[in-house]
């Protein structure tokens, strides 16, 4: 029980880790990148040994309870199994909860400790493990890099604040690792912050998801407030006990529904996701694929009891959660196949796949929803290194896919077999990952009640299939294009010249910077001078990446092909959900039968599978192969076809509605009313006067005798300037004469108060 | 002691504050000026404080005007600085970019 | 007796402390040196924590020592210093409306010490019974925590906004 009551470590390493890198890091040999990595590798330990305890655990509770159950007396807390329920039931696992004062507010106790479940062990060891494979591969990727201390930095808190939020046993502390995850995110994200492009994106990702957040905090303070407890397990069960008002249960749902909405980057506000692709690629890879944008979803599955009685899932039919899923599967599918960066496709890919498990957990399929986090875990930050491979060591530090790669499969063999390995895995290709989460998910939508959900995963996975299809393609299949061809042109001229042209696509080369850095820090760094030569190697045409890349994609790749099988549906390996699913009743909503596994069932979707992939196929063979092709072109020909391009290219107009409505919407008004009282108020009163004047003057003219009255006429000329110039005067522009009047009004103001009220 | 002698230091630290925002030229001394003003804030609020008997609130909120202060004067200097780094000056009767 | 020694004792360490402070303010806003006025500010701003105390109010009076003439101070000096100009005898630090800022003030003391006066006469003060920092804290951090809150926001904006505007680039 050693690693069980020490979990702990597993955020606390990390956060050490941060501050010696942050402290020592510099002066260190490696930079400071040493720090990281060892704290992440502690870390995966423990989150091993906790794993393993806490299967260990699970089977004695499953069998009998002596052992755990004198465990637990001793610790003063009761092993309670399920008494009533069916024979085959599970037991309901007690979790394991540690808690310790944190602060304390008036009479409010804010704790700090520790939940471990199924759920929570399942992402430890995949923060845990992803969080080391990416920080080794980084140590190759961002070598020479001028802020490689502060990305190891950011790179190893960012993993203390999602194992902290992950193991939250109250919803303070998982509020607490959720804002440092947007903060390292934004850090990240704007790593390399001198193009203005990047610390833009980064700014968009922190405030789009600040927006979620809002909702976060009043999910909270509702819970808070009704349950009277911050603990997830306290609020898990108070949900379930029938004691709350649904209409309460359903405004806390809507508002954590908004923070999921925010963080797992689901429609509308997924325009963040694919625009925080400028961080570096190990950065997309962990944050902004397969841990971060995660935490969403985690929030959903962690009180999922809150949804289950807000949006009444056990009913069928439709709910929030499962139509925003849904809408966003669909969405970014779509736009995934407009997209020219490679970085884009994957980031679009997985705000679809993100769609997926919301979907999931929409429509009852918890326990599916968990698996395709932890699955899509290793495929898709496999892919996502995998393009960084391409970009560092094939195309020169550029992912365009369109001008810069193709018939890289020769040239890279072992990035491309990872590479086709994830994406037939996402695809969801049978008995490789991706196959047993997705399909249970779809399948699990039929078998709920949700047909029409179920239809929506089909047609996400035939989109999924279609739009990775062409990414292969055009990444490793055909000519070799631009740098992938050895043509060493300027990237950093390219990415500002024409790709500016097409502002929508933005930046193709963001690792450019990589480069930039090198030059800089020419000066220091012994580990730079051993890279000076790898280098140039790099610069002169597409090679295989080195193995500190290398390892972390095989590695990957084999738990895109492996994982799957701990929850195999068809071959009735289900450890996952004996291990993860909590088991019903006590603090968790009975779920819905789970549908038993037909081969026939899954027929549907493996055939759209296969046909996503013979039509995508044939389309880019038609579309960049052959230029005669009686397609080539067709978006250009075709009005409507062209319509439907532009419209997705613009990516359905969101940023310009946020940017140009909203946002305009509420400063616009705001100026042009300011403007207005100044122009129409202000000088319309100066106005008013001078021109009061001259029209007295004028009728004086006109109507006394001019003769007779000449210097009154002159009089009230001088009039009308000299009291346009008088209230000049006090426009004067000189604060400190405007402090006296406003001083001096208030007193007499005051004085003229206390003389006349009080008489 | 009567609560009338704090009001009243209050009031004339008020208003020497008041005629140094007025009076001076130098963006430092105005700034100082305000800091005059702000005390004086906090000499009523502790001294209404402490004819309720002890109510802590007053003694909170001197704290938060102490912060606050804090703030505006990093924020106030800065802007000095700036507006110097631009004019080599900063005599405050010398701008007059606001005019109307 | 005793309690009416006391009173005079702080009688006059009230007078005493009221006439430094008003003394020092008034050089604070009339001298020429721009380090002198920072440093009759320090004398100004020592008098508050004094009658802070006298006031009960501890905390605040450490809180003011530490903020204004730790902090605050330093700033103000730092300024002068990175200003540069007219450090030590400046020929001009007032502008031409000296005249009008004494009238505004004088008006304002005559409104305010007139109002204090007929509001509230001869008003005793309590006693002085120390409040505890723990009855502070908890005021803080319970009742008006959201103050708090959006103090720290406020703080977190300044810290930003005086690096933004005091960075060279």
């Given at each position: 029980m050693?690693?069980l009551?020490?979990?702990?470590?597993?955020?606390?390493?990390?956060?050490v880790?941060?501050?010696?890198?942050i402290l020592?890091?510099?002066?260190?040999?490696m930079?400071?990148?040493e720090?990281?990595i060892a704290s992440m590798?502690?870390?995966?330990?423990v989150?091993?040994?906790?794993?393993?305890e806490?299967?260990q655990r699970?089977?004695?509770?499953a069998?009998g309870?002596?052992?755990?159950a004198?465990?637990?007396?001793?610790l003063?807390?009761?092993?309670?199994?399920?008494?009533?329920?069916?024979?085959?039931?599970?037991?309901?696992?007690?979790p394991?909860i540690?808690?310790w004062?944190?602060?304390?507010?008036?009479?409010?106790?804010?704790?700090i400790?520790?939940?471990?479940?199924?759920?929570?062990?399942t992402?430890?060891?995949v923060?845990?493990?992803?969080?080391?494979?990416?920080?080794?591969?980084s140590?190759?990727?961002?070598?020479?890099d001028?802020?490689y201390?502060h990305?190891?930095?950011?790179?190893?808190?960012?993993s203390?604040?999602?194992?902290?939020?992950v193991?939250?046993?109250?919803l303070?502390?998982?509020?607490?690792?959720?804002?440092i995850m947007?903060l390292?995110?934004?850090?990240?994200?704007?790593?390399?912050?001198?193009d203005?492009?990047?610390?833009r994106?980064?700014?968009?990702?922190?405030?789009?998801?600040?927006t979620?957040?809002?909702?976060?905090l009043i999910?909270?303070?509702i819970?808070?407030?009704q349950?009277g407890?911050?603990?997830?397990?306290?609020?898990s069960g108070?949900?379930?006990?029938?004691k709350?008002?649904?209409?309460?249960?359903?405004?806390?749902?809507?508002?954590?529904?908004?923070?999921?909405?925010?963080?797992?980057?689901?429609?509308?506000?997924?325009?963040?996701?694919?625009?925080?692709?400028?961080?570096?690629?190990?950065?997309?890879?962990?944050l902004h694929?397969?841990?971060m944008?995660?935490?969403?979803?985690?929030?959903?599955?962690?009180?999922?009891p809150v949804?289950w009685e807000?949006?009444?899932?056990?009913?069928?039919?439709?709910?929030?959660?499962?139509?925003?899923?849904?809408?966003?599967?669909?969405?970014?599918?779509l736009?995934?196949?407009?997209q020219?960066?490679?970085k884009?496709?994957?980031?679009?890919?997985t705000?679809?796949?993100?769609?997926?498990?919301l979907?999931?957990?929409?429509?009852?399929?918890w326990?599916?929803?968990?698996f395709?986090?932890?699955?899509?875990?290793?495929?898709k930050a496999?892919?996502?290194?995998?393009?960084?491979?391409?970009?560092?060591?094939?195309?020169?530090?550029?992912?365009?896919?369109?001008?810069?790669?193709?018939?890289l499969?020769?040239?890279?063999?072992?990035?491309f077999?990872?590479f086709?390995?994830?994406?037939?895995?996402?695809?969801g290709?049978?008995?490789l990952a991706?196959f047993?989460?997705?399909?249970e998910?779809?399948?699990?939508?039929?078998?709920?009640?949700?047909?029409?959900?179920?239809?929506?995963?089909l047609?996400?996975a035939f989109?999924?299939?279609?739009?990775?299809?062409?990414c292969?393609?055009?990444?490793f299949f055909?000519?070799?294009?631009?740098?992938a061809a050895?043509?060493?042109h300027d990237?950093?001229?390219d990415?500002?010249?024409?790709a500016?042209?097409?502002?929508a696509?933005g930046?193709?080369s963001?690792?450019?910077h990589?480069?930039?850095?090198?030059?800089?820090d020419?000066?220091?760094?012994?580990?730079?001078?051993?890279?000076g030569d790898?280098?140039?190697?790099?610069?002169?045409?597409?090679?295989?990446s080195?193995?500190?890349?290398?390892?972390?994609?095989?590695?990957?790749?084999i738990?895109?092909i492996?994982?799957g099988?701990l929850?195999?549906?068809?071959?009735?390996?289900?450890?996952?959900?004996e291990?993860?699913?909590?088991?019903?009743?006590?603090f968790?909503?009975?779920?819905?039968?789970?549908?038993?596994?037909?081969?026939?069932?899954?027929?549907?979707?493996?055939?759209?599978?296969?046909?996503?992939?013979?039509?995508?196929l044939?389309?880019?063979?038609?579309?960049?192969a052959?230029?005669?092709?009686?397609?080539?072109g067709l978006?250009q020909r075709?009005a409507p076809?062209r319509?439907?391009?532009?419209?997705?290219?613009?990516?359905?107009?969101l940023d310009?509605?946020?940017?140009?409505?909203?946002?305009?919407?509420?400063?616009?008004?705001i100026?042009?009313?300011?403007?207005w009282?100044?122009?129409?108020?202000?000088?319309?009163f100066?106005?008013?006067?001078?021109?009061?004047?001259?029209?007295?003057?004028?009728?004086?003219?006109?109507y006394?005798?001019?003769g007779?009255?000449?210097?009154?006429?002159?009089?009230?000329?001088?009039?009308?300037s000299g009291?346009?110039?008088?209230?000049?005067?006090?426009?004067?522009?000189?604060i400190q004469?405007?402090?006296?009047?406003?001083f001096?009004?208030?007193?007499?103001?005051?004085?003229a108060l206390?003389i006349?009220?009080?008489? | 002691?009567?609560?009338?002698?704090?009001?009243l230091?209050?009031?004339?630290?008020?208003?020497?504050?008041?005629y140094?925002?007025?009076?001076?030229?130098?963006?430092?001394?105005?700034?100082?000026?305000?800091?005059?003003?702000?005390n004086?804030?906090?000499?009523n609020?502790?001294a209404f404080?402490?004819?309720?008997?002890g109510d802590?609130?007053?003694?909170?909120?001197?704290?938060?005007?102490?912060?606050v202060?804090?703030?505006?004067?990093?924020?106030g200097?800065?802007?000095?600085?700036?507006?110097y780094?631009?004019?080599?000056?900063?005599?405050?009767?010398?701008?007059?970019e606001?005019?109307? | 007796?005793?309690a009416v020694?006391?009173?005079?004792?702080?009688q006059?360490?009230f007078?005493?402390?009221?006439?430094m402070?008003?003394?020092?303010?008034v050089?604070?806003?009339?001298t020429?040196?721009?380090v002198?006025?920072?440093?009759?500010?320090v004398?100004?701003?020592?008098?508050?924590a004094?009658?802070?105390i006298m006031?009960?109010?501890e905390f605040?009076?450490?809180?003011?020592?530490?903020?204004?003439?730790?902090?605050?101070?330093?700033?103000?000096?730092?300024?002068?210093?990175?200003?540069?100009?007219?450090?030590?005898?400046?020929?001009?630090t007032?502008n031409?409306?000296?005249?009008s800022?004494a009238?505004?003030?004088l008006?304002?003391?005559?409104?305010?010490?007139?109002?204090l006066?007929?509001?509230?006469?001869?008003?005793?003060?309590?006693?002085?019974?120390?409040?505890?920092?723990?009855?502070?804290?908890d005021a803080?951090?319970?009742?008006?925590?959201?103050?708090?809150?959006?103090l720290?926001?406020?703080?977190t904006?300044a810290?930003?906004?005086?690096?933004?505007?005091?960075?060279?680039?």
């Amino acid at each position: 029980m050693w690693f069980l009551e020490h979990s702990w470590l597993i955020p606390v390493v990390p956060a050490v880790g941060f501050f010696l890198i942050i402290l020592f890091g510099k002066k260190m040999p490696m930079k400071g990148s040493e720090f990281g990595i060892a704290s992440m590798l502690t870390s995966l330990v423990v989150a091993g040994g906790t794993a393993y305890e806490w299967i260990q655990r699970v089977d004695d509770g499953a069998g009998g309870e002596s052992t755990s159950a004198r465990f637990f007396g001793a610790l003063g807390r009761a092993v309670v199994p399920r008494a009533e329920g069916t024979a085959e039931a599970k037991p309901f696992v007690e979790p394991f909860i540690k808690t310790w004062n944190w602060w304390q507010s008036g009479g409010t106790k804010f704790t700090i400790g520790m939940h471990i479940d199924g759920l929570s062990v399942t992402l430890l060891l995949v923060v845990a493990f992803i969080s080391t494979l990416v920080q080794i591969y980084s140590l190759e990727y961002l070598r020479g890099d001028r802020r490689y201390t502060h990305f190891f930095a950011a790179l190893t808190l960012f993993s203390a604040g999602m194992l902290t939020m992950v193991l939250a046993e109250g919803l303070v502390q998982f509020l607490l690792g959720w804002e440092i995850m947007g903060l390292c995110s934004f850090m990240l994200i704007g790593h390399w912050w001198e193009d203005g492009y990047n610390s833009r994106s980064a700014l968009k990702a922190f405030f789009t998801v600040r927006t979620g957040d809002v909702g976060l905090l009043i999910g909270i303070a509702i819970l808070y407030f009704q349950s009277g407890t911050f603990s997830i397990q306290g609020i898990s069960g108070w949900a379930l006990s029938g004691k709350s008002s649904h209409l309460v249960l359903l405004m806390a749902s809507i508002a954590l529904l908004v923070a999921i909405i925010g963080k797992s980057g689901q429609f509308p506000l997924h325009t963040w996701l694919p625009d925080a692709m400028a961080g570096p690629t190990p950065v997309s890879s962990l944050l902004h694929s397969s841990t971060m944008v995660v935490a969403g979803i985690f929030l959903g599955a962690r009180l999922y009891p809150v949804f289950w009685e807000g949006f009444s899932i056990h009913n069928g039919g439709a709910n929030p959660m499962a139509i925003i899923g849904g809408i966003t599967i669909v969405i970014a599918a779509l736009l995934a196949f407009v997209q020219v960066d490679i970085k884009k496709v994957l980031a679009y890919s997985t705000v679809s796949q993100l769609g997926y498990m919301l979907m999931g957990l929409g429509v009852g399929a918890w326990t599916p929803a968990v698996f395709h986090i932890f699955t899509h875990a290793f495929f898709k930050a496999c892919l996502f290194l995998g393009a960084g491979s391409v970009a560092h060591s094939g195309s020169h530090h550029s992912f365009d896919m369109k001008k810069d790669m193709g018939g890289l499969r020769k040239k890279m063999p072992i990035t491309f077999a990872t590479f086709v390995i994830s994406t037939m895995a996402l695809a969801g290709v049978p008995f490789l990952a991706g196959f047993f989460s997705k399909d249970e998910i779809i399948a699990s939508a039929g078998h709920n009640g949700y047909k029409t959900f179920m239809y929506i995963g089909l047609a996400g996975a035939f989109m999924t299939t279609a739009y990775m299809t062409r990414c292969v393609y055009l990444t490793f299949f055909g000519e070799a294009r631009g740098a992938a061809a050895g043509i060493h042109h300027d990237v950093h001229a390219d990415a500002h010249g024409p790709a500016m042209a097409h502002a929508a696509v933005g930046h193709d080369s963001h690792d450019a910077h990589a480069d930039d850095g090198l030059q800089e820090d020419q000066g220091h760094a012994p580990a730079h001078t051993g890279h000076g030569d790898a280098h140039t190697d790099n610069g002169h045409g597409p090679h295989e990446s080195p193995l500190l890349i290398t390892v972390p994609l095989i590695l990957l790749s084999i738990g895109a092909i492996f994982a799957g099988y701990l929850n195999a549906a068809p071959f009735h390996w289900e450890k996952f959900t004996e291990w993860v699913e909590p088991g019903a009743g006590k603090f968790f909503p009975e779920l819905v039968a789970p549908e038993t596994f037909s081969w026939i069932g899954a027929l549907p979707s493996i055939v759209l599978v296969a046909l996503g992939f013979v039509a995508a196929l044939f389309v880019c063979k038609a579309l960049y192969a052959e230029k005669r092709a009686p397609v080539y072109g067709l978006t250009q020909r075709s009005a409507p076809l062209r319509a439907g391009y532009t419209f997705l290219w613009n990516k359905y107009y969101l940023d310009d509605f946020y940017d140009k409505v909203i946002v305009a919407g509420l400063i616009g008004p705001i100026a042009k009313g300011a403007y207005w009282v100044h122009m129409n108020i202000l000088d319309g009163f100066v106005d008013l006067v001078g021109k009061f004047f001259a029209a007295f003057g004028k009728w004086t003219y006109k109507y006394v005798d001019q003769g007779v009255i000449d210097a009154s006429v002159n009089g009230a000329g001088r009039g009308a300037s000299g009291a346009g110039g008088g209230l000049r005067f006090i426009q004067n522009g000189k604060i400190q004469q405007y402090a006296a009047i406003l001083f001096g009004a208030a007193a007499l103001g005051a004085l003229a108060l206390v003389i006349f009220v009080q008489a | 002691m009567l609560l009338n002698e704090f009001l009243l230091l209050g009031a004339a630290l008020f208003c020497i504050g008041v005629y140094g925002v007025i009076a001076r030229k130098n963006g430092v001394m105005v700034l100082m000026s305000i800091e005059l003003i702000l005390n004086s804030v906090n000499i009523n609020l502790l001294a209404f404080s402490l004819r309720h008997g002890g109510d802590v609130t007053g003694q909170v909120f001197s704290l938060y005007v102490i912060a606050v202060a804090a703030a505006e004067v990093a924020v106030g200097l800065a802007v000095v600085l700036l507006i110097y780094r631009n004019r080599r000056s900063i005599a405050l009767d010398e701008m007059s970019e606001m005019k109307g | 007796m005793l309690a009416v020694s006391y009173n005079i004792g702080q009688q006059v360490s009230f007078g005493i402390l009221a006439l430094m402070m008003l003394v020092a303010a008034v050089r604070v806003v009339t001298t020429k040196n721009v380090v002198h006025a920072a440093l009759w500010l320090v004398i100004v701003l020592a008098g508050a924590a004094a009658q802070y105390i006298m006031l009960a109010a501890e905390f605040v009076a450490v809180t003011q020592v530490l903020v204004y003439i730790g902090a605050v101070m330093v700033l103000f000096l730092f300024g002068t210093m990175l200003t540069r100009s007219q450090i030590g005898k400046g020929a001009d630090t007032d502008n031409k409306s000296r005249a009008s800022a004494a009238i505004v003030a004088l008006i304002m003391a005559g409104t305010l010490g007139y109002v204090l006066v007929n509001s509230f006469h001869a008003e005793q003060l309590p006693d002085v019974t120390p409040v505890s920092t723990e009855r502070v804290a908890d005021a803080i951090f319970g009742q008006y925590s959201l103050p708090f809150w959006a103090l720290s926001i406020v703080l977190t904006a300044a810290a930003v906004g005086a690096i933004v505007l005091a960075r060279r680039d």
